[in-house]
């Protein structure tokens, strides 16, 4: 099993920058892509960024340019920093993982999930 758990969410204003931590334990060795996706309210759920274990990436066009998202094996621990937020950034962000893909571009590819972190951004 693995478990996934996030850090860094919050309250922060229009344009404002929030960096999310995620530190995985458990069998590691079972984790090759990583990723992030979020769910607002009454929204599909998105993913955002995604990284390959040989550092390929994958972002959203909403958060192309934003976003980036960086990981490292040996600590295994992944990241995703946010700048220029946007209110419409605002949902919880989950941390993800595969074990049998290692560069996943759909939510659904990924079979371990953190319990998750709140962004909000205020107008």
Do not use: H
């Not at 955002?48 to 550092?55: K, P």
């Not at 909403?62 to 946007?86: D, P």
């Not at 419409?88 to 079979?111: G, K, N, P, W």
């Amino acid at each position: 099993q693995v478990q996934l758990v996030e850090s860094g969410g919050g309250l922060v204003q229009t344009g404002g920058s929030l960096r999310l931590s995620c530190a995985a334990s458990g069998t590691i060795i079972r984790i090759n892509a990583m990723g992030w996706s979020r769910q607002a309210p009454g929204k599909e759920r998105e993913l955002v960024a995604a990284a390959s274990s040989t550092g390929s990436t994958f972002y959203a066009d909403s958060v192309k340019g934003r976003f980036t998202i960086s990981r490292n094996n040996a600590k295994n621990t992944l990241y995703l920093q946010m700048n220029s937020l946007k209110p419409e950034d605002t949902a919880m962000y989950y941390c993800v993982a595969s074990s049998d893909y290692d560069y996943a571009l759909v939510s659904d590819q990924y079979d371990y999930w953190g319990q998750g972190t709140q962004v909000t951004v205020s107008s």
